[in-house]
């Protein structure tokens, strides 16, 4: 029965439309949760204080950052003249995932994405 269960959960989670994201750096489901904390889940996500993020909500008109770059987690982490004191080195767009698995799985790298996260 249980293995019946997390089969259907894989499967809904392969095949989903959201989550995509997350999808991509956890791929497999398991009872066992993923020990991120809330900022993390945030920038994974992009669910956050991000114009990307709340234009889809019409809580903003566009999705720009103040400093004019596109406002989504990786512009914040990488480009954003706001927030230079918590900059990661930009990924080539090949190697963005594993950038990203990367920083979490980095401590030091971890509470400088924490940092940036409450910053904003």
Known sequence: MKSAALSI?????????????THDIVPRVSNK???????????????????SYLLRFNLRTHDNCSCGGKGDPIHYATKCLFTLSWHFQTPTVSLKLQWLKNILTNNFSKTRLRLLMRFM
Do not use: A, C, K, L
């Open 9 to 21: 959960w894989q499967d809904n989670w392969d095949n989903g439309e959201t989550g995509r994201s």
């Open 33 to 51: 949760p993923v020990r991120w904390n809330r900022e993390e889940i945030m920038f994974v996500t992009g669910h956050g204080p991000f114009p």
